[in-house]
């Protein structure tokens, strides 16, 4: 099994940065972490929870257009951690940010991990 632990989340203001990290840790973690495609959600206040950013296990990125140019997610095979840069924060980048791993073994398999949610909040 997989426990996935976040940090970095906190109160910035407008145009400041903060940097997330999602550490895979049990007894499985290095090998789901090693096959996963690992992505970063955010919950803003009254929405629902949305995809902003993947990266597969080959390093392949994608980014939702709010945050593309701005967000930069990487991972760290080393560490099991997958990083989320982000800099030039506005007051609409607000919300709960959870890690998030698809870990498919097989063709056949497909298994969710989640991590517990860090709050962001940017003031203007």
């Known amino acids: 099994q997989v ?4 940090s970095g989340g906190g109160l910035v203001h407008a145009g400041g940065s903060l940097r997330l990290s999602c550490t895979a840790t ?7 972490f090693r096959i ?8 803003s206040p009254g929405d629902q929870r949305r995809r902003i950013t993947h990266i597969t ?9 709010s945050v593309r140019g ?7 095979s080393a ?5 989320l840069q982000m800099n030039d924060l ?6 709960v940010y959870s890690c998030y791993a698809d870990y498919r073994p097989t063709v ?17």
């Not at 996963?36 to 919950?43: F, V």
């Not at 560490?79 to 990083?83: A, D, P, S």
Request: proline share 2%; net charge negative.
């Open 26 to 32: 049990g007894t499985a973690a290095r090998h789901i």
């Open 36 to 43: 996963s495609d690992m992505s970063w959600y955010r919950q």
């Open 108 to 124: 056949d398999e497909q298994y969710d991990y989640w991590g517990q949610g860090t709050q962001v909040t940017v003031s203007s």
């Open 57 to 65: 296990a080959d390093g392949r990125t994608d980014y939702t257009d």
């Open 90 to 95: 506005n007051p609409e980048d607000t919300g």
């Open 3 to 6: 426990i996935l632990v976040e």
């Open 70 to 76: 701005r967000f930069t997610i990487s991972r760290d």
């Open 79 to 83: 560490k099991n951690t997958v990083i």
